[in-house]
């Protein structure tokens, strides 16, 4: 399972930036996707998940600001982020729990990571 993100960028606090990534590869099934984040000198945090039955969890920070969204049929996620702040400046890693096929154990998978910046 691969996992490629596009984004992010620069934008100035208040603003708002739309995540996207999407999984490719041999996929037999995804259980959640979501994303985590890790700023300069922190550890990384999540922010937000969603299930195949599209249960979602965020974190208290980005709850009322950021929503999460999946479209199952493209194993793709989103992250839509509004009034965004600059301590929502990080790297945004996409993640997903799942197999690559139907023999293998369910795993963590991670993406690249894109950088988000708010800034004024």
């Known amino acids: 399972v691969q996992l490629q993100a596009s984004g992010g960028g620069l934008v100035q606090p208040g603003g708002s930036l739309r995540l996207s990534c999407a999984a490719s590869g041999s996929i037999s099934s995804i259980a959640a996707m979501g994303w985590y984040r890790q700023a300069p000198g922190k550890q990384r945090e999540l922010v937000a998940t969603i299930t195949s039955s599209s249960t979602t969890n965020y974190a208290d920070s980005v709850k009322g600001r950021f929503t999460i969204s999946r479209d199952n049929a493209k194993n793709t996620v989103y992250l839509q982020m509004n009034s965004l702040k600059p301590e929502d400046t990080a790297v945004y890693y996409c993640?997903?729990?799942?197999?690559?096929?139907?023999?293998?154990?369910?795993?963590?998978?991670w993406g690249q990571g894109t950088l988000v910046t708010v800034s004024s």
């Open positions: 993640w997903c729990y799942g197999r690559g096929t139907i023999y293998s154990p369910l795993m963590n998978y």
